[in-house]
């Protein structure tokens, strides 16, 4: 339904065997990918999805390490004969950033938009998702993502006979339209009951802790957090650079209480991320080890 | 002595298991670099090779497989603490291009220089090392890039005595020192003999056969050339998009008669390269296929 990988889990420089931080989602056709760092289109190519389906980019912020594979994976969007239009969100300045790095893939095959983020509560909806940005606190302007799918109630005849409904409106007040006659309006509500839990995953790298991310992440299906060092020794150092240890990270899960947390954005001197890992499910159980390529296939709730 | 990697293989893109064409030389404690696609500072570091010595890095021209890992690598190198300038040569543009892309990369922590190719003529010397570029024939300007690396003569002491050198002279004049005294000019011809054969590797790319790289190949300890398709009903596709298929590619070495010559730059449609290398062996024997992370230390010939 809703497809998250978690593409690579480095910080700061590709390795060989880490890629760098990146999450591509896809829904019901379409892609979107957050971050993208040198080496995201191998990544991707590596997942064995599709770079072609990728409308939406978003950028959490202009470091290198997020930013360095746009040009590539533009070109090879291109290759892939994509002629659907790729918009590009990313904080203040996106535009610029984009195009000059482009100087080396002027030639496009597809229109680019941009969308500049601008105050502390933007949203922008795209194929049927719902992608909300929140500012979170590194060295530079910097934000989180949530990705939301919603999901509407559950279609009740009976409610529909209750409210004179007549049944060749049923399929379409379903479906959201609201039909409007001489008589009457007739609205979703008529048929349906409460919308229903839908899903959501929410992705922050490079920042502290910051308030901000509890709300974002708070019963998230999936919350992709960043944890720069597993040791609890590194807290001045993650403190000093605006990055995070896990246990700063499973504080978070903690308070946000997502159903998943993955942790990501390992600094490239942790050779061996899952010693620290137990630590940090002390903290929140539910906070696993991101792994280059892991993935999800995120289903709507059975309706109870 | 002249350490050389062949980093990658690939053309177009970066795949999973094939970096993009590139080449590291290491001489003396100095390397250098020659273009740098999406991946290159990951290739380095799987050959186990460090990025900090990298002087000088040649660029063959502006197409992004060949110039997007710039910014990632340039990081990395600032990251390894390296305080030296870094030196880059490419087309026409080169600054421009370069600074461009490093809208991600605005603060290293080295001084960069660009030297910008003029002519068909070019040269430039780095840490003992000789770099010529001469003009290819790809869709935009391009070049190819000769190293050498010279060796003076024999020093013969029955040479330096015939010429009434005193003794203490010796050792200045094997070094290639000049020594000007009052009463004579001694010149390191009077203690050696003629110039020795060194070492040259020339690297060519993206472009259709043509006599300057014949004429630059000629002799070569090695020579990587790019056969972007192995495939000999791939002719027509390879001079529209101005590439070469193995064939024509051996036929250069045929004329050239390097001492080696590895193909490289394979097209990502070409999944496995080895099938079509035996038709290009018929034509000349001394060429094989080049495989990522591929090296050798090229000596100097043993003395006769």
Not at 116 to 132: A, H, L, Q, W
Not at 212 to 225: M, N, P, Q
Not at 278 to 286: F, G, L, Q, S, V
Request: neutral net charge; glycine residues 10%; contains cysteine.
């Amino acid at each position: 339904m809703l497809d998250v990988c978690l593409l690579g889990t480095g910080g700061m420089m590709p390795l060989p065997g880490r890629f760098l931080t990146s999450m591509l989602a896809r829904y019901n056709g379409s892609s979107v990918l957050i971050d993208c760092g040198e080496g995201t289109q191998v990544a991707i190519r590596k997942k064995g999805w599709s770079v072609n389906p990728i409308g939406l980019i978003c950028i959490t912020h202009f470091h290198g390490d997020h930013v360095s594979g746009l040009p590539g994976l533009l070109l090879s969007i291109g290759n892939s004969e994509r002629k659907d239009p790729v918009t590009i969100i990313g904080p203040k300045g996106v535009e610029n950033v984009v195009r000059s790095l482009l100087v080396i893939a002027p030639d496009l095959p597809f229109k680019l938009n941009f969308v500049e983020i601008n105050g502390d509560d933007f949203s922008y909806s795209f194929e049927g998702m719902n992608i909300k940005a929140f500012k979170v606190k590194h060295n530079v302007l910097c934000y989180g993502y949530t990705l939301t799918v919603e999901r509407a109630g559950r279609f009740y005849p009976e409610k529909a006979r209750e409210n004179d409904v007549p049944l060749m409106y049923w399929n379409r007040l379903q479906k959201g339209e609201t039909i409007v006659t001489s008589e009457r309006t007739f609205t979703p509500e008529l048929v349906m009951g409460e919308k229903r839990r839908g899903l959501k995953v929410t992705y922050v790298t490079d920042t502290r802790p910051v308030a901000s991310i509890t709300e974002a992440a708070r019963g998230a299906d999936l919350f992709i957090c960043e944890g720069m060092y597993g040791d609890n020794s590194s807290l001045s150092k993650a403190r000093d650079k605006k990055h995070m240890t896990f246990t700063e990270a499973a504080e978070i899960g903690a308070a946000a209480k997502p159903r998943r947390m993955w942790l990501t954005h390992f600094s490239p001197s942790m050779a061996y991320p899952p010693q620290y890992i137990d630590e940090a499910k002390k903290i929140y159980k539910r906070v696993s080890l991101g792994k280059d390529g892991k993935s999800i296939d995120l289903m709507f709730d059975e309706d109870e």
